[in-house]
């Protein structure tokens, strides 16, 4: 019979048997848990027969397989990379809004991609129990910090106004407003060094969310980014859309004095935010089902936040959705069941596709570039509060929290608005102008 030689045996482990006899055991590895191979009277002195042999390959290949299928949860949480893709496969990932989802992922990208600038190792082959101590957050707010400021793209006549400096690299040491035109390649492209502190909070933000995940989870212990306060601060509360405002975006008069009118599509769109108050997600989903007859009931509540929102359909509103109705009727493109805003291909509104054509709109007007979609919805609150309505039906009109209405209300509802609003308002000023404006 053929004898065969093999390393890592734990061979000849002598028992003495109750009848004074010893025998030798023989294992396949050494260690607690080895499976025995074989009993022989004698020592096996260097060669093993083959039946043996057989007998331990099957006991190491049992061991793999054991091993492959052991759980494998625990050497792939060990880092944040695999906490990351954890998250990312876990229910709650799923349940998270569009939107939301699309900027962690944008975040998760950058913390994948990054590397400590202090230790240079990435951030991806932390070990959770150094993500768990104490000096992590110093490391995950170093890499924030070098996020804070970037060369964004700019327009290349700003930059020539500037005197931009033109070079194949960006410039040393640069400052705040500095613009820099990349001449390495065929076509020249300006850049402009700005703050980017939202960009910045949102790495924190997204690492305390999958942090916070993993605490639920039992995964880990403690969240070192959380209550980490935010470098961005935006008080947006006096900022609205006036009168003066809507009519440059209806008429697209810019300041050269050319004419290029607001897209009838678009303009729908910003009469929709500023008569109902929705939001411009909201809009984009909004279906003649949920067009009431005194109200917008919005199925699911506020695209963002899940909150019920009942806006009035108000005599305006109502022209407005009816116009629409009937103008899809002639071109064929009404549906029950469809939504109530579509673009100029007779199909619904995509969120890119929305945020193009208003940008070009909002350009061609020349109005602020401070001024976003979203102050529509404060104009439509001014509005409702001068007309008279009370703070409980404000809040359902705008989908806002019961007992925030305080905190919500200054935010989005400036107190010099709200007092200019009225008086306009007494003095038959402003709402007759907004009204002929939308």
């Given amino acids: 019979m053929p004898a065969y030689r093999i390393k890592g045996l734990n061979l000849n482990v002598s028992k003495r048997l109750a009848n004074g006899r010893i025998v030798y055991h023989h294992y396949a590895w050494r260690g607690k848990g080895a499976p025995r191979i074989g009993v022989t009277s004698s020592p096996i002195r260097g060669e093993l027969d083959a039946d043996m042999l057989a007998r331990i390959i099957e006991a190491r290949k049992g061991k793999r397989d054991a091993n492959a299928s052991s759980p494998a949860d625990a050497p792939r949480k060990r880092t944040l990379g695999n906490l990351f893709d954890d998250w990312q496969r876990s229910p709650e990932w799923s349940q998270l809004k569009v939107g939301t989802r699309a900027n962690y992922e944008l975040s998760l990208k950058k913390w994948r991609a990054a590397h400590d600038p202090q230790t240079q190792k990435p951030y991806s082959d932390m070990p959770l129990l150094v993500a768990e101590d104490d000096r992590a957050c ?93 470098l961005y601060k935006s008080n947006r509360a006096a900022i609205v859309f006036t009168a003066d405002d809507l009519e440059r975006i209806k008429l697209g008069r810019a300041n050269s004095g050319r004419e290029r009118p607001c897209p009838p599509q678009v303009w729908d769109m910003v009469r929709g935010a500023v008569l109902t108050g929705l939001s411009q997600a909201d809009l984009i989903r909004l279906k003649w089902g ?149």
């Fill in 138 to 230: 110093a490391a995950f707010l170093r890499f924030r910090d070098t996020n804070t400021r970037k060369w964004m793209p700019a327009k290349i006549s700003s930059a020539e106004k500037a005197t931009a400096c033109r070079a194949a690299t960006p410039p040393e040491s640069p400052q705040l407003g500095d613009f820099w035109v990349d001449a390495s390649g065929g076509n020249e492209r300006a850049y402009q060094y700005r703050e980017t502190l939202k960009a910045a909070d949102d790495l924190i933000t997204t690492l305390s969310a999958c942090l916070g995940w993993a605490v639920g989870r039992k995964l880990i212990k403690i969240n070192q980014v959380a209550g980490v306060r935010k």
């Fill in 290 to 438: 949920m067009v009431c007859d005194d109200v917008i009931d919005l199925a699911g509540g506020r695209t963002k936040t899940g909150q019920e929102a009942m806006p009035p359909v108000l005599g305006d509103a109502r022209d407005l959705f009816d116009r629409i109705r009937a103008e899809q009727l002639a071109a064929g493109t009404f549906d029950e069941d469809g939504h109530v805003f579509l673009n100029s291909r007779g199909r619904p509104w995509t969120v890119d596709g929305f945020k193009s054509s208003w940008q070009a709109a909002k350009a061609a007007s020349g109005v602020s570039s401070d001024l976003h979609f979203h102050d529509l919805r404060g104009t439509a609150a001014t509005q409702f509060m001068v007309a008279g309505y009370t703070a409980d039906q404000v809040d359902l009109f705008m989908g806002w929290k019961p007992g925030e209405s305080a905190h919500i209300r200054r935010r989005y509802i400036d107190a010099r608005n709200v007092a200019k609003g009225v008086q306009a308002f007494l003095n038959a000023e402003t709402r007759p102008r907004l009204q002929e404006a939308v």
